[in-house]
C-alpha cells in the first residue's frame, strides 16, 4: 500500500504487451519433442495463458478508468502539517536533510518495540515478476537472498546517517530467515495496523512522500 495521496500510477497502467507475450521459441518451434518434455510445455503455456489474462483484465481496467472523473484522495493538510510542525520544531516541513535529522531522533524516541514490519508496496526489484514477465517460480528463487514486501521484518534500529534521496533508512532481520537487510523506511509499514508504531510510520512515509522540495 502506498502512503501517497495519488494512486499508484504502475498499478494503473497497462502491462507492456511485447514482454507479456514473449515466449520461448523452443515452444513453437520444430521437433518441440526434442526442445522440450510435454510437462514443461504445458507449464510454459499456461504461465502465458496467466499472463494473457492479466493483460486483458488490466486493459479492460485502463478502459474503464476515466482520468478526469478520477478524484485523488487529498491531504487534510489541516490536521496532518501541525502534527509534523510539531515533530519537527518549524512551519518549514520540507524534506530535507536537517528536518530529516530531526525525524530520525523523534521516531528513535517514540517507536515501540518489538516493532515488526512488511512492505507498503513491491519493491523495486519484485515490479519485474509482479507486473513483468517474471514467473512466480523465479520470484520465489530471488526471494531467498532478497527483502520481498511480502516478508516481515523485526525493526533492529534506524541507521544514524539519513539520505535526501531515500530518507531515512531502518536496519531490519527477516524473521523467517534472520536473514538482515538496510531498506529505505519509506517502503516499509508496521505489520499491524492497530498498533501505535503503525501510525508513526505512516505519518512519517505521508510526509516524505507529499513534502519532497
Not at 59 to 74: G, R, S, T, V
Request: net charge negative.
Amino acid at each position: 500500500m502506498s502512503k501517497s495521496n495519488q494512486p499508484d500510477q504502475k498499478n494503473l497502467s497497462q502491462p507492456d504487451l511485447p514482454c507479456l507475450i514473449q515466449l520461448d521459441e523452443g515452444i513453437f518451434g520444430g521437433r518441440i519433442a526434442e526442445r522440450i518434455s510435454p510437462d514443461m510445455m504445458k507449464q510454459e503455456l499456461q504461465h502465458f495463458l496467466d499472463k494473457l489474462e492479466h493483460f486483458q483484465l488490466a486493459l479492460a481496467a485502463d478502459e474503464d478508468w476515466d482520468e478526469e472523473e478520477y478524484e485523488y484522495e487529498d491531504l487534510n493538510t489541516e490536521e496532518f502539517e501541525p502534527k509534523i510542525i510539531s515533530i519537527l520544531g518549524t512551519k518549514r516541513i520540507q524534506v530535507n536533510w536537517p528536518n530529516l535529522q530531526k525525524y530520525l531522533a523523534y521516531l528513535n524516541k517514540a517507536i515501540q518495540r518489538p516493532c515488526i514490519l512488511t512492505g507498503n508496496q513491491e519493491f523495486e526489484w519484485e515490479e519485474y515478476y509482479v507486473f513483468g514477465p517474471g514467473t512466480q517460480k523465479q520470484h520465489e528463487k530471488q526471494r531467498k537472498n532478497q527483502p520481498s514486501y511480502m516478508d516481515q521484518f523485526k525493526l533492529i534500529s534506524l541507521v544514524k546517517e539519513v539520505s535526501e534521496s531515500a530518507g531515512i533508512i531502518a536496519q531490519v532481520e527477516r524473521l523467517s530467515d534472520r536473514q538482515k537487510f538496510t531498506l529505505p523506511l519509506s517502503q516499509l509499514e508496521e505489520a499491524e495496523p492497530t498498533t501505535e508504531n503503525y501510525e508513526l510510520i505512516d505519518d512519517y512515509v505521508t510526509w516524505f512522500e507529499n513534502y519532497q522540495i
